[in-house]
């Protein structure tokens, strides 16, 4: 059992942070769904956040791609040394190499830069202009190198390597908008200016795929850079829910252990309090009943008698009420300690029975009482068993109407535990009310208005004291058909029967025997 601590003020100011929290956390997803186009807003109104997770994802993957690109252009100078001249393709290599150098040089600038740095305008258009750049310096392969007619080696190479650039500007320029049109249209251009001249539906039939295949990439890379927005939208949102639910849970958590605490107070303030609380009753009590009863002379006047008995049976009733927030209490507090000795149901049910006879008897109830004979003993507390019968025959009684019938049962269960019921042909409760039944202070709409009002925890200290004992409490109901509550216990609770194990003589007992044995051998 855990420790009463009182509720300080700090732990009031932590609660309010982390109210303060949840409610920050829910601006922060409304202005980012706010932000992510939830209202209609096109992929151009992007938060600023999304568009500087696009710019560092287009420099990791520059990065990625770094040792291929410049292999690229050590091919592209390969390539051209065949039919351009050694400086030109020198000064053509040193300057993509250059460009290469740059375009690297910003993708690790700007991934070590904080989000607050970064201008997006400026850092989109410097990677455009780059990439440009390198557009522009292979185009100047094709357009320096000399090309044949439609039907030669050379056009045929120029258009397969146009086409393999573009795909390669493709991967590596996904996430930068119009990035695979800044790098493929200047190769597409010459290309263009190359094979008009010829004439030829070959070299026109290859314009236009080189045009088709240019938009056509950009449009794939367009799709590619909107499903990584999607995903990009999808990671935050779920980040700033996993927030939200981490602070309500906080808030809960809080909450929770702050009405535990009171709880916990209450139930221990009450269980320290039965003295306090019921010495002035029993004065009460014990008073009235002596004035009553007209032990210290005769009250002449009629009214004043029929006050004192209003004052005892009002005292009775206190200190029943009382009794029951104090045992509820003590249970909840873990005061509540149970004497648990070898008892047995049958006895508990009797002593309940002969309280409760009387009572059955003025309202014209028929008890009848079933047992099965010859029930084991159960380690349990005889006083709280015979207080849920007490409670349970006093519940039932109290609800069905004079001529009805109330049965108690008590026996095996299946799985070798041991049972009691009480079944009453009452006006029964509806289904919606039992959770309503079964809590404190809680009552259904018969028990409002009927004539004999309860406290409403009979119920709760009948479920407490059974959980104590590991059993199990079930009730069911239903209206103008009756109620029925059913008590199981474990079969671990129940103490078996051990046969006795046969007494066997001690060594000089059976000495003893033998020579008595001889003895009466000899004398036969």
């Given at each position: 059992m855990?420790?009463?601590?009182?509720?300080s003020?700090?732990?009031?100011?932590?609660?309010?942070?982390?109210?303060?929290?949840?409610?920050?956390?829910?601006?922060?997803?409304?202005?980012?769904?706010?932000?992510?186009?939830?209202?209609?807003?096109?992929?151009?109104?992007?938060?600023?956040?999304?568009?500087?997770?696009?710019?560092?994802?287009?420099?990791r993957?520059?990065?990625?791609?770094?040792?291929?690109?410049?292999?690229m252009?050590?091919f592209?100078?390969?390539?051209?040394?065949?039919s351009?001249?050694w400086?030109?393709?020198?000064?053509?290599?040193?300057?993509?190499?250059?460009?290469?150098?740059?375009i690297?040089?910003?993708?690790?600038?700007?991934?070590?830069?904080?989000?607050?740095?970064v201008?997006?305008?400026?850092?989109n258009?410097?990677?455009?202009?780059?990439?440009?750049?390198?557009?522009?310096?292979?185009?100047?392969?094709?357009?320096?190198?000399?090309?044949?007619?439609?039907?030669?080696?050379?056009?045929?190479?120029?258009?397969?390597?146009?086409?393999?650039?573009?795909?390669?500007a493709?991967?590596?320029?996904?996430?930068?908008?119009?990035?695979?049109?800044?790098?493929?249209?200047?190769?597409?251009?010459?290309?263009?200016i190359?094979?008009?001249p010829?004439?030829?539906?070959?070299?026109?039939?290859?314009?236009?795929?080189?045009i088709?295949?240019?938009?056509?990439?950009?449009?794939?890379?367009?799709?590619?850079?909107?499903?990584?927005?999607?995903?990009l939208?999808?990671?935050?949102?779920?980040?700033?829910?996993?927030?939200?639910?981490?602070?309500?849970?906080?808030?809960?958590?809080?909450?929770?252990?702050?009405?535990?605490?009171?709880?916990?107070?209450?139930?221990?303030?009450?269980?320290?309090?039965?003295?306090e609380l019921?010495?002035?009753?029993?004065?009460?009590?014990?008073?009235s009943?002596?004035?009553?009863?007209?032990?210290?002379?005769?009250?002449?006047?009629?009214?004043?008698?029929?006050y004192?008995?209003?004052?005892?049976?009002?005292?009775?009733?206190?200190?029943?009420?009382?009794?029951?927030?104090?045992d509820?209490?003590?249970?909840?507090?873990?005061?509540?300690?149970?004497?648990?000795?070898?008892?047995?149901?049958?006895?508990?049910?009797?002593?309940?029975h002969?309280?409760?006879?009387?009572?059955?008897?003025?309202?014209?109830?028929?008890?009848?009482?079933?047992?099965?004979?010859?029930?084991?003993?159960?380690?349990?507390?005889?006083?709280?068993?015979?207080?849920?019968?007490?409670?349970?025959?006093?519940?039932?009684?109290?609800?069905?109407p004079?001529?009805?019938t109330?049965?108690l049962?008590?026996?095996?269960?299946a799985?070798?535990?041991?049972y009691?019921?009480?079944?009453d042909?009452?006006?029964?409760?509806?289904?919606?009310?039992?959770?309503?039944?079964?809590s404190?202070?809680?009552?259904?709409?018969?028990a409002?208005?009927?004539?004999?009002?309860g406290?409403?925890?009979?119920?709760?200290?009948?479920?407490?004291?059974?959980?104590?004992h590991?059993?199990?409490?079930?009730?069911?109901?239903?209206?103008?058909?009756?109620?029925?509550?059913?008590?199981?216990?474990?079969?671990?609770?129940?103490?078996e029967?051990?046969?006795?194990?046969p007494?066997?003589?001690?060594?000089?007992?059976?000495?003893?025997?033998?020579?008595?044995?001889?003895?009466r051998?000899?004398?036969?």
């Open positions: 855990s420790e009463y601590r009182p509720v003020n700090d732990k009031t100011v932590v609660q309010r942070r982390v109210a303060q929290g949840g409610e920050k956390a829910r601006h922060a997803v409304k202005s980012l769904r706010a932000g992510l186009g939830y209202h209609n807003a096109s992929q151009d109104d992007l938060a600023r956040p999304f568009l500087v997770d696009l710019l560092r994802a287009h420099a993957q520059q990065l990625q791609y770094r040792y291929a690109l410049m292999l252009a050590c592209g100078a390969y390539f051209m040394h065949f351009i001249p400086g030109l393709v020198a000064a053509w290599l040193i300057l993509s190499l250059l460009v290469c150098a740059m690297l040089s910003s993708s690790v600038q700007i991934l070590d830069m904080k989000d607050d740095e201008d997006v305008e400026h850092w258009r410097l990677f455009l202009a780059m990439h440009a750049t390198i557009g522009i310096c292979w185009a100047s392969v094709f357009a320096l190198h000399p090309m044949a007619n439609a039907e030669g080696f050379n056009t045929a190479f120029g258009f397969a390597g146009t086409l393999v650039l573009t795909a390669i493709l991967l590596t320029n996904k996430y930068l908008k119009y990035g695979v049109l800044a790098a493929s249209f200047p190769l597409v251009i010459v290309l263009v190359r094979l008009t010829m004439g030829s539906i070959s070299s026109f039939g290859m314009i236009a795929v080189l088709t295949a240019c938009f056509f990439f950009h449009y794939i890379a367009d799709m590619m850079r909107s499903f990584d927005i999607d995903h939208r999808a990671a935050a949102e779920r980040d700033q829910l996993i927030m939200e639910l981490e602070n309500a849970r906080a808030i809960s958590d809080e909450a929770r252990r702050r009405a535990e605490e009171s709880n916990l107070a209450k139930s221990r303030f009450l269980a320290t309090m039965s003295h019921r010495t002035p009753l029993n004065a009460i009590l014990g008073f009943e002596v004035m009553s009863n007209e032990v210290m002379g005769p009250i002449n006047n009629k009214h004043y008698k029929e004192v008995a209003d004052i005892h049976s009002s005292g009775t009733h206190l200190l029943n009420l009382i009794n029951e927030i104090l509820l209490s003590r249970v909840e507090a873990g005061r509540y300690k149970l004497n648990e000795e070898a008892c047995t149901l049958l006895e508990a049910v009797d002593q309940a002969q309280m409760v006879k009387l009572r059955a008897a003025q309202k014209n109830i028929n008890l009848v009482i079933q047992v099965q004979p010859d029930l084991p003993q159960i380690w349990a507390d005889e006083k709280a068993m015979r207080q849920v019968i007490l409670n349970l025959l006093s519940n039932a009684l109290k609800f069905t004079s001529g009805g109330v049965t049962k008590c026996g095996w269960t799985g070798g535990g041991q009691l019921s009480v079944e042909n009452g006006p029964g409760i509806a289904e919606e009310e039992i959770p309503i039944v079964l404190q202070f809680g009552q259904g709409s018969i409002i208005k009927s004539a004999e009002q406290t409403g925890l009979g119920l709760p200290i009948v479920q407490a004291l059974v959980q104590m590991d059993g199990t409490f079930d009730l069911t109901s239903k209206l103008r058909e009756g109620t029925k509550v059913l008590i199981t216990f474990p079969r671990t609770r129940i103490l029967v051990v046969p006795a194990m007494q066997q003589a001690s060594a000089p007992d059976r000495w003893s025997h033998s020579a008595l044995g001889k003895r051998f000899k004398a036969a």
